[in-house]
């Protein structure tokens, strides 16, 4: 199992963007797919999932309202859109298969700060 997210970087507050993760090496389109973040020296902390046709999402509660999980099967990506982030969305950001994130792969650090 691979899965390899990007699309982080420095944001200001405010500011949006949209986060990518390729999967790799598993039947894609039979799982559920999750973002999970930590922040420094927080817990992981589920960001968002997505049932395996993209019919269905789940959100946390930090981030409702203002965080968009997508999927294409065709392409074996999920994606994460953000707005109106803020200094506590600070984390490195993680996709996983399950909403522990126990399987996931390397991950993608978001940076918001002026």
């Known amino acids: 199992v691979q899965l390899q997210a990007s699309g982080g970087g420095l944001v200001q507050p405010g500011g949006s963007l949209r986060l990518s993760c390729v999967a790799s090496g598993f039947t894609f389109i039979n799982y559920w797919m999750w973002w999970v973040r930590q922040a420094p020296g927080k817990n992981l902390e589920i960001v968002a999932g997505?049932?395996?046709?993209?019919?269905?999402?789940n959100y946390g509660r930090s981030v409702k309202g203002r965080a968009t999980i997508s999927r294409n099967n065709a392409n074996n990506t999920v994606y994460l859109q953000m707005t109106h982030l803020n200094p506590e969305d600070t984390a490195l950001y993680y996709c996983?298969?399950?909403?522990?994130?126990?399987?996931r792969g390397q991950g993608t650090l978001v940076t918001v700060s002026s």
């Open positions: 997505i049932s395996s046709l993209g019919d269905r999402q």
């Open positions: 996983s298969r399950d909403p522990n994130g126990v399987d």
